[in-house]
């Protein structure tokens, strides 16, 4: 029963973390129409800034302008990809990949073997809840996340920008005729992306883990699954598929022992191999529509 519960726990801990990363790929998404494949090294900008400022100006100022300069890495990426916009979807993406391997080189030699500590005030230490064992930070990363996600929510649900992103999302041409301004609410996902990036980044390098170290970034990969299997372009569907990736990741790693057969690597391929399960019987995802074309 204790394994079950803590397994439960770590599922939602981890989904959560997912959470935050799968948002900003569907937001960008939803937005731009381009599937931002260079998030990964801005979340790895993103906790590097946290790990290089929080000794000269304490861990919360830390974390806001990491936040703050994260976000206006993506926004100039936006920026760039922007003049790209009338050659479609495809070559933005692709350039995306481009951008990730320059900025992924660039931290890579700055971080080197290192392992950087964030700073964070939890530390190691641990709280003891109904016979498991549960780290402070994760306790941190799942109040964090419920306060951002239901902030990002009641904004996009109740205020004039949420309105604007559903009425562009829906049909540009017309919400430009109305007076949305496209290019600032691109500009805006792009940037929220990013600073949710940041967030995730710093609870990937606390305890349990060791640290920031340059593969940090590659945890994104794993979040993408979640925004695919929830529905690319749904807010919605990212955040039930984070929790259905970190629950099975979870659920692989808490019970390893008794899936020997399957290798000792189960838990570094769930994800993907959830999402493909899922999309082999709902190929628009778990809260995707099927797009419809008049001819």
Not at 42 to 67: D, I, K, M, N, Q
Not at 181 to 188: G, P, S
């Amino acid at each position: 029963m204790n394994t079950l519960l803590q397994t439960l726990f770590n599922g939602l801990a981890l989904g959560s973390v997912y959470a935050l990363i799968a948002l900003g790929f569907s937001l960008v998404h939803k937005a731009s129409h381009v599937v931002n494949f260079a998030h990964g090294s801005l979340l790895l900008l993103g906790g590097y800034l946290v790990t290089v400022l929080h000794e000269s100006l304490g861990f919360p100022v830390a974390v806001a302008v990491a936040a703050v300069g994260t976000g206006a890495a993506a926004m100039l990426e936006a920026l760039v990809l922007r003049r790209l916009r009338r050659s479609g979807a495809a070559v933005p993406t692709i350039l995306t990949i481009g951008v990730d391997i320059l900025l992924l080189t660039e931290l890579a030699r700055r971080i080197g073997g290192d392992v950087l500590r964030s700073g964070d005030p939890w530390g190691a230490a641990v709280v003891s809840v109904g016979g498991i064992t549960v780290p402070q930070t994760r306790i941190a990363c799942l109040v964090v996340t419920l306060l951002l996600v239901g902030a990002f929510f009641t904004a996009f649900r109740w205020s004039r920008w949420g309105l604007a992103m559903r009425a562009m999302s829906l049909d540009e041409e017309a919400a430009a005729l109305m007076g949305v301004r496209a290019d600032r609410l691109r500009m805006t996902a792009w940037a929220l992306a990013g600073l949710m990036a940041t967030v995730a980044a710093v609870f990937l390098a606390a305890f349990p883990t060791p640290g920031l170290d340059r593969t940090t970034g590659h945890i994104a990969l794993a979040a993408f699954p979640a925004a695919v299997l929830g529905g690319l372009g749904s807010v919605g569907g990212a955040l039930l598929g984070s929790l259905v990736v970190g629950m099975a990741e979870a659920a692989a790693v808490g019970y390893q022992q008794h899936l020997d057969l399957l290798g000792g690597g189960l838990a570094d391929i769930v994800p993907y191999l959830v999402m493909v399960l899922v999309l082999m019987a709902r190929p628009q995802g778990l809260l995707g529509s099927k797009e419809l074309t008049r001819v």
